[in-house]
Every structure is written in structure tokens, then in C-alpha cells.
């Protein structure tokens, strides 16, 4: 591994110590911000449950223990087990690991502008407390190949556009740098523009043709504008510096 990775996992280390700890004080001889990692760190390389991850451990744990404390155990370093790993995904915020995660992201892209692209998901092999498949609002920058964000669509008794609203000043507080929005058709509605425009952000949706008012005023708005194909970062940068926010829309 080389110093810069190294460096790297620290920092997300010590990022994830802003996480409150869910645990008893007795007992608890790993640190948990070690124990986030590891977890982070084994889903990353396709260990999906509490005793692939631990396994995973302690197979690299000459490579892991360079960057994350573990703690003691009979007066011996020791990795923690899956029992341990269970209890403490049962008890976690995800609010709480999405801040530390968005910490983290922050130190690393310091004034980068981002862009994501927000869609509503459901995970048809993964079921709620009353045996329903979850259905997940999720925000991704997909040029930095990075995941932002998710919150329940059921958990928060709404639809996509009413999740996403609810949650866009905790999105933009996470993410200062998030500047542009995309979505498709359903995230077109004026309650939730109208929040996106309060917030001072950029957003390109969709408007597809069962919208035929719509869609015929904006094709009249835009069909003397000529077509750029330009990178997404650079041209949302050059409308900023020209026109400052500009609201676009696609017709479908």
C-alpha cells in the first residue's frame, strides 16, 4: 500500500469518529471508528455480511492495522468478531454515517463542483420490518463514480420528489459543492423546483411528451438555440460565470 492510500484511510478513519457510539461503555474494547471501517472497507471488496467481513480482517490485518487502532483483548490486539460487527450495524444512524461519509468526501474534493443525478430505487431482495421491499431515494455523482445519499421513500411516507424535498437542505448542508441536480420526469414537479430554486441550486429534468402543454412551451422557448455538446462541469461553470443560475429542462 502506498503512503498517499494510507494517508487516505486515516483520514476516512478519523472522519468516522465523528459517529456517535451506539454501544454500552462496558465492553466495548474496539474502537468503533475501526469497526466502521472495516465494514466499509469489506463491502467494498464483496464481503456482504458480518462474517465474510471478519474473516476479511483478520486475513489483511498486517495491511489494516498500519492505519486503524484496534484494541485489546487479554492484553492482546485483536480484530473484532462478527457477533460484534452485527450489534453495531443493528444499532447504527444512517444519518450519522452519511455526515461522517460527507465529511470525508468534502476534505477530499474541496472546492470541486458537483454534479448528481438523483433516482428512486428498490431493493426487491432486501425487506423492511413488515416484510416489503425497501424503496430508496439515492443521489450519485456519477462523473466522481461516488454515491452521496439515500433516504427511505416509505420511511419518510411520501414519493420520490416529496423524499427529495424533504431532505434537500440536509443534501446540500452535507454537500456545499453539490451545485446541479438531474433528474427524469417525475422529479419535474413546481413544489420541489420551487425548493431547488430557494436553495440557489442549478437542476436539469426532464419533461417528456405525455406533458404536451409543457413540452410544446419550452420546445418555443429553446428552438433557436443552438445544440453544444460540452462536459457536464464545464459548461454548468461557464453558465454560472455568464448568466449565475440558470433552470433548465429537457423535453423527452
Known amino acids: ?26 465492553g466495548t474494547h474496539q474502537p468503533l471508528n475501526t469497526i466502521l471501517a472495516i465494514i466499509f472497507l469489506g463491502l467494498i471488496g464483496n464481503r456482504n455480511n458480518p462474517t465474510a467481513i471478519a474473516r476479511w480482517t483478520k486475513q489483511h490485518f498486517k495491511t489494516l492495522k498500519k492505519f486503524l487502532p484496534f484494541g485489546k483483548r487479554k492484553g492482546k490486539i485483536s480484530t473484532p468478531c462478527n457477533n460484534t460487527i452485527t450489534r453495531i450495524l443493528k444499532k447504527l444512524s444512517l444519518k450519522d454515517l452519511q455526515e461522517a461519509f460527507a465529511q470525508f468526501l468534502n476534505l477530499l474534493l474541496s472546492d470541486t463542483y458537483i454534479v448528481a443525478a438523483v433516482d428512486g430505487k428498490t431493493a426487491k431482495q432486501m425487506k423492511d420490518e413488515n416484510g416489503e421491499p425497501i424503496h430508496m431515494l439515492n443521489v450519485f455523482a456519477h462523473t466522481l463514480k461516488l454515491h452521496l445519499a ?19 437542505g440536509e443534501l446540500f448542508t452535507m454537500f456545499p459543492g453539490l451545485k446541479l441536480l438531474t433528474g427524469d420526469a417525475i422529479f419535474a414537479g413546481r413544489p420541489l423546483l420551487k425548493a431547488l430554486q430557494e436553495y440557489e441550486r442549478d437542476y436539469l429534468m426532464q419533461v417528456k411528451g405525455n406533458q404536451p402543454h409543457v413540452a410544446a412551451k419550452m420546445e418555443a422557448m429553446f428552438k433557436d438555440v443552438e445544440p453544444q455538446e460540452q462536459n457536464s462541469h464545464s459548461y454548468h461553470c461557464q453558465r454560472r460565470k455568464k448568466r449565475g443560475f440558470q433552470r433548465l429542462a429537457v423535453c423527452g
Request: with cysteine; hydrophobic share 25%.
Open 1 to 26: 500500500m502506498s503512503q498517499s492510500k494510507a494517508e487516505t484511510l486515516k483520514l476516512f478513519a478519523q472522519c468516522l469518529k465523528t459517529v456517535p457510539d451506539p454501544r454500552s461503555k462496558h
Open 150 to 168: 439515500s433516504w427511505s421513500v416509505k420511511g419518510d411516507k411520501t414519493n420520490e420528489p416529496g423524499c427529495l424535498k424533504q431532505h434537500l
